[in-house]
């Protein structure tokens, strides 16, 4: 059983990374650093120099180059690394469904890790298919959507091997605590999908007003960012009760060490997304902005699920 939650911690930090790499290879505009799917530029290896392209490339690859006039080594291997994490991802969701099958008792844990490697499978046929679209923005929502339920499924594996009894919240009330969890939970995860609407704004505001105009770009999506930022004072407030809740209620350290890494990661994320905009949407930026969301939610994941199990 050790060996099992140790290793789907581990699959959990890699899907985590993933979506930074993701949210990276966004920033960069290297989706389409790749343009065919699984290959790159007809190779397994993507070339280095374009040297190691056919002299008329262009005729065969620039409907989907996004307007790149040249090829560019650095975005092309972004996007390949890109890949490489996300099948690397992959085989480490498969062996976890093997230790799940091989170490746990309970079957719904296997069922579950079973569950995120389609699910998983299912994520790198959607891989192909925002290639294909070339980079059409509903695919790109769904496909960050879908990382989001993988991450949630197994973390929800990882805390069904414990015992009831492992976390020690006792019999408080919780009812209203696992509410605004919910509520936090769900608003997080809009803010993440509404989040990839607003980078598909800037994109557009790149493309009409150029890389000089930088400072522009959030004039575009103003009203996006303003509401975008309302809500993530909610999130704050949300937050604020939860932690407030926990400490005043609950003696173990498990549940006050994550409500307020929640609040530290949620004030984090406030000044990231504030830097963002002040700051013309800095490419380096902008993962970590969707990582920190990431984390939030996971977090809000755990701990939802102890309290969850502990009130039944």
């Known amino acids: 059983m050790r060996s099992f939650r140790k ?18 290879v966004r920033a960069t505009g290297s989706g389409m650093g790749c343009p065919d799917w699984p290959r790159c530029f007809g190779r397994w290896i993507p070339p280095t120099s374009i040297d190691q392209l056919p002299a008329n490339y262009q005729e065969i690859f620039g409907a989907k180059l996004k307007g ?5 080594a650095t975005k092309t291997w972004t996007e390949y690394i890109n890949r490489l994490v996300g099948a690397s991802v992959g085989i480490f969701i498969f062996i976890t469904v093997i230790l799940a099958y091989r170490t746990q ?22 891989g ?16 960050m959507v879908v990382a989001v339920i993988i991450l949630g499924l197994l973390i929800w594996a990882v805390l069904h091997s414990y015992s009831d009894t492992s976390f020690h919240t006792g019999k408080e009330q ?50 996006k960012v303003v509401f ?15 932690y407030k809740k926990v400490k005043s209620r609950f003696e173990g350290k498990v549940l006050r060490r994550f409500a307020s890494w ?17 700051a013309g949407f800095p490419a380096a930026l902008q993962p970590l902005h969707l990582t920190f969301s990431t984390v939030i939610v996971a977090i809000q994941f755990i701990l939802y699920f102890i309290l969850a199990k502990r009130s039944k």
């Not at 790149?68 to 560019?72: L, P, R, S, T, Y």
């Not at 294909?132 to 769904?142: F, K, R, S």
């Not at 975008?228 to 939860?242: E, K, M, N, Q, R």
Request: glycine residues 8%; aromatic residues 10%; hydrophobic residues 60%.
């Open 7 to 24: 290793f789907a911690v581990i699959t959990i930090v890699a899907v985590i990374f993933l979506i930074f790499v993701g949210g990276f």
């Open 68 to 72: 790149e006039v040249e090829f560019n």
């Open 228 to 242: 975008h930022a309302i809500l993530s004072i909610g999130i704050l407030v949300l937050h604020g009760l939860i």
């Open 174 to 223: 919780k009812s209203d605590l696992l509410f605004l969890l919910m509520m936090a939970l769900f608003i997080t995860i809009g803010q993440i999908i509404f989040g990839t609407q607003i980078r598909e704004g800037i994109d557009h505001a790149q493309r009409l007003l150029g890389d000089h105009n930088r400072s522009l770009w959030v004039q575009e999506v103003k009203g």
């Open 128 to 143: 192909a298919k925002v290639v294909a679209t070339e980079l059409a923005p509903g695919m790109i929502t769904l496909h």
């Open 262 to 278: 929640a609040l530290i990661l949620v004030i984090l994320e406030m000044l990231s997304g504030t830097l963002l905009s002040l």
């Open 105 to 126: 008792t309970d079957r719904k844990i296997f069922y579950i890790c079973l569950l995120s490697f389609f699910l998983v499978s299912f994520e790198g046929w959607l």
